[in-house]
C-alpha cells in the first residue's frame, strides 16, 4: 500500500476539517513529513481537489498541534 500526504498544511487542515465533520468518531492528526530521497511517489489530488501525494515510505518530522 502507499502513504497518502498532503502538499500543504491547510489541504490536510481542509481534510481534516472534512473527516471529523463527516466521521464524528474519527479523531484526525497532522504530521509535518518528508518523503526520503528515492523513494517511489505519486502527485495528484484528492476528492476535494486537494493536492497531495501517495507515496511508499515517510519520515515523520513533528506533530502539529492546533
Known amino acids: 500500500g502507499f502513504i497518502h ?3 500543504n498544511l491547510l ?3 481542509y481534510l ?3 473527516v471529523e465533520r463527516m466521521y464524528p468518531e474519527y479523531v484526525c492528526r ?3 513529513c518528508e518523503i ?3 523513494t517511489k511517489y505519486y502527485e495528484g489530488e484528492d ?3 486537494e493536492l497531495c501525494f501517495a507515496s ?3 519520515n515523520f ?3 502539529i498541534d492546533f
Open 16 to 18: 481534516s476539517y472534512n
Open 56 to 58: 511508499e515510505k515517510i
Open 61 to 63: 518530522i513533528k506533530n
Open 11 to 13: 489541504s490536510a487542515c
Open 47 to 49: 476528492d476535494f481537489f
Open 5 to 7: 500526504t498532503y502538499r
Open 30 to 32: 497532522i504530521f509535518e
Open 36 to 38: 526520503p530521497k528515492g
